[in-house]
Nanobody, 127 residues
């Protein structure tokens, strides 16, 4: 069992930056691919970014490429999402998720693939 707790959300103006953190407990995240998803009001949850178990592969949704960076620190059992050049359309609740995998290089963009989820952290970007 893995417990995930997100932090770092808040309110910023367009063009600003935030860094989200996802702290894991219960089991080391080193056995998991880690992803970030988000859900805006009235919309379905959508994939944002993922980092493979090895940390060597990352994948982003097109709308955040070049603005968001996902990273992991397995020594701290923490995953990060650095968000820059934020836009109002980035406003959502951001969720961290863990996918158990034997494969060090694979990454996953479907929510159904993930085994554990955090409670989410709100990000609000004003214009």
């Amino acid at each position: 069992q893995v417990q995930l707790v997100e932090s770092g959300g808040g309110s910023v103006q367009a063009g600003g930056s935030l860094r989200l953190s996802c702290a894991a407990s219960g089991r080391t995240v080193s056995r998991y691919a880690m992803g970030w998803f988000r859900q805006a009001p009235g919309k379905e949850r959508e994939f944002v970014a993922v980092v493979s178990r090895s940390g060597g592969n990352t994948y982003y949704r097109d709308s955040v490429k070049g603005r968001f960076t996902i990273s992991r620190d397995d020594a701290k059992d923490t995953v990060y999402l650095q968000m820059s050049s934020l836009k109002p359309e980035d406003t959502a609740i951001y969720y961290c998720a863990a996918k158990y995998t034997w494969d060090f290089g694979s990454y996953y963009s479907r929510a159904v693939d993930y085994n554990y989820w955090g409670q989410g952290t709100q990000v609000t970007v004003s214009s």
